[in-house]
């Protein structure tokens, strides 16, 4: 027989093998009853088994005890169905959160509205941001069921009403329009946000112990990253010639009832049901595989989709002018096969979950099965439950923390100033306790009084603020520059691709930069390799170089890769958050600490670029009637007030947004100085991760 030490919790990496030779199956069960090297196998064995008992058996508020030695046992479900709900729902929240710049444009011409006007709007949405602790709490208090269920239903209601009011079929004062628009959209963004903690409970809780609970939340931020870029596509490929953009409002409707609440009520176990189970890890990584393919199909479609959009665009006025002679243009025939087929490529992958082989776990031995059923040696199983962390309280929270439950090695560094740890310490003494060294866990107010905690919040507020500038008057800056409409739901496809894509792979990136040990850093020590916030220097740069294309672009090719570029900004931003808060700050109060960072930088960022900057600047450059303007080609153009439907609410040219790109581009800059200021203040936090890491890596 030849019996491996499986390494989920007890080093995987030592790859021991021991075998057990005997001439036949009598002496080799007298060797096995006598030999005190299978005595340690058998001993190893339990206390990995009860080890990875106590990870997998978990729900939303305690871990269930162990099945052997009389404790009681809970009911197994599997995580599956759990999952193929958190993923089918997160792409609704992305869907309507950045898409405002699709109809944006639409809005204010319809209701008459003046950009500051418009600018309210958008920025009372992301002002909800701050309240955004209120959805996370209802999860804790009503199930993520009735969370999700909930959510869902009141995103339908408020869109609906948001598309009412926008298209004028609810009658009120012109001077309560921007009062309600806002007001809707608060509660847009407060019933996403109920649908959003929902889903990241659902995968924290059903991964609970798992292998795969930070692979479940890369995919579900990529599906929120790539929402807009997939509901415009769709949306597009359905619409007909002459529709109102504001109907994108209505399919928006549609989805959070069909994608989150209806597969939510059918799929997700009750609250009830939670507490009396525990969840039985069953995803393989052939699951999150098809999930990657179908999330990389998306972006191609949504690319082609859209470089096929600007191409048209070109040739649609030469088109027009042939046909000025002959009988009138046709209406373009919408796609509605595109559309099935970008519903079918989001769907289809996720719900085959349901029909994919799960995961097997392994047996146990059968010459064992009997003693550790009938309770023997219950002292060491006892020993190694009390000694194994506890998986709620230690979260893995990075790739660089160890997935060994040993005590971690203590790496002296000489040109630390910092004290030495005491390797004696049992591991149990701090839950927060990484390679290389403790990290002393802090709340909201005892973080917000460090220099890395407000460096860090800078930082982000910028550049977060700077894409939801982006997305909110993308409508507004093409009309300005007076390019094709085309150039809009083609402009904010790409930003959402691109933020989906730096989403997905920013994590994994900055994990592996790490030992990158050519590259110095300013680590000290002799260490090398990156440390994660000198992503955030990377992502101000690209940001950076964002806003200074756009500030210059007069053709579609230079706005259309600005804009790309600023998603791609906008996306490094939100893993490198949650990461960040998590290795400086502690996991204990994460959830909070996170919760504050994602809700006060797309308020503030929003409120400080798209309201005061933009809105000032914009206003600033709106012509006086009846003048002449040299529109994106350069060519004069007039403009007639007498036939215009603008009312001198419109601005036309290069300068209407040129000097907000430009404040912007300072901004970023200011953006690279406080992310290296924060390099060199966490570099001690750092240098032992990074140090620990890789001499993890060389020992295993």
């Not at 995961?359 to 309770?375: C, F, R």
Request: proline share 4%.
């Amino acid at each position: 027989h030849m019996v491996r030490l499986r390494g989920s919790a007890m080093g995987s990496d030592l790859g021991t093998d021991v075998r057990l030779a005997g001439e036949n199956n009598e002496d080799t069960t007298q060797q096995t009853e006598s030999s005190p090297e299978l005595d340690a196998v058998s001993s190893h064995y339990r206390d990995d088994n009860n080890d990875s008992s106590n990870q997998q058996r978990s729900s939303e508020d305690s871990l269930a005890a162990p099945s052997h030695g009389g404790h009681e046992t809970k009911e197994e479900i599997s995580n599956v169905p759990s999952l193929v709900v958190a993923f089918c729902s997160s792409l609704t929240t992305g869907g309507t959160t950045y898409s405002f710049g699709l109809y944006g444009a639409t809005l204010q011409k319809t209701l008459h509205l003046t950009q500051g006007q418009v600018d309210t709007i958008s920025t009372a949405f992301f002002f909800a941001g701050l309240f955004s602790f209120m959805p996370g709490w209802c999860s804790d208090r009503f199930g993520t069921r009735n969370a999700l269920v909930g959510g869902g239903i009141l995103g339908c209601i408020n869109l609906l009403l948001y598309w009412g009011v926008a298209r004028e079929y609810f009658v009120m004062p012109h001077s309560f329009i921007v009062p309600a628009l806002s007001i809707l959209g608060i509660l847009t963004f407060l019933s996403s946000a109920l649908v959003t903690g929902a889903v990241f409970k659902i995968i924290t809780v059903a991964c609970q112990g798992g292998s795969n609970k930070g692979t479940a939340v890369g995919i579900a931020k990529g599906y929120v990253g790539l929402g807009s870029g997939l509901y415009v596509a769709i949306f597009e490929s359905l619409r007909q010639h002459n529709e109102s953009t504001l109907d994108f409002l209505l399919m928006g409707a549609f989805f959070c009832i069909m994608s989150a609440s209806l597969p939510g009520f059918l799929f997700l176990p009750t609250k009830e049901k939670v507490e009396a189970s525990v969840f039985r890890d069953d995803a393989t990584p052939s699951h999150f595989r098809i999930l990657y393919a179908s999330l990389m199909l998306m972006m191609v479609f949504i690319v082609g989709n859209s470089m096929a959009e600007l191409f048209k665009g070109k040739h649609k006025s030469f088109e027009f002018e042939e046909h000025l002679t002959d009988e009138p243009l046709r209406p373009p025939k919408n796609h509605v096969g595109m559309a099935v087929l970008l519903v079918t490529i989001w769907l289809l992958p996720i719900y085959t979950w349901f029909l994919l082989p799960k995961k097997v776990y392994d047996q146990i031995p059968s010459e064992y099965a009997e003693e550790l059923e009938s309770g023997q040696d219950t002292e060491s199983v006892a020993s190694a439950s009390a000694t194994a962390p506890d998986p709620n309280e230690d979260e893995e929270i990075s790739l660089l923390e160890s997935s060994d439950h040993q005590e971690p090695e203590n790496f002296e560094d000489e040109n630390s100033d910092e004290p030495e740890q005491d390797v004696s310490e049992p591991q149990q003494a701090t839950s927060q306790q990484h390679l290389g060294g403790t990290v002393e866990n802090k709340n909201l107010t005892e973080m917000l009084r460090t220099k890395p905690a407000l460096l860090m919040l800078w930082t982000t507020t910028i550049l977060v603020g700077a894409g939801t500038l982006e997305s909110n008057n993308m409508g507004q800056m093409v009309e300005a520059l007076g390019f094709e409409p085309e150039v809009t739901p083609a402009s904010l496809a790409l930003f959402s691709v691109a933020q989906a894509t730096a989403r997905i792979f920013t994590g994994a990136l900055s994990e592996s930069a790490v030992f990158w040990t050519s590259f110095r850093c300013g680590l000290g020590g002799g260490v090398g390799g990156i440390p994660r916030p000198f992503f955030l220097v990377a992502a101000s740069i690209v940001g950076l170089f964002s806003h200074i294309l756009l500030g210059m672009a007069t053709t579609q090719n230079v706005f259309v890769i600005g804009a790309t570029l600023s998603g791609a900004a906008f996306g490094m931003v939100w893993p490198l958050m949650v990461l960040i808060v998590g290795e400086v700050f502690g996991p204990k109060n994460m959830g909070g600490n996170y919760m504050f960072y994602d809700g006060f930088t797309s308020a503030a960022g929003t409120f400080l670029l798209s309201k005061i900057v933009a809105q000032d600047v914009y206003e600033a450059h709106i012509p006086p009637p009846n003048h002449h303007h040299l529109n994106s080609t350069g060519t004069d153009a007039f403009i007639d007030a007498n036939n215009s439907d603008d009312d001198d609410l419109t601005c036309y040219g290069s300068d209407c947004f040129q000097m907000t790109h430009w404040i912007v581009a300072a901004l970023t800059i200011t953006c690279i100085a406080t992310s290296l200021t924060m390099v060199f203040v966490t570099r001690k936090t750092y240098r032992q991760k990074i140090k620990a890491a890789q001499e993890h890596a060389h020992t295993h």
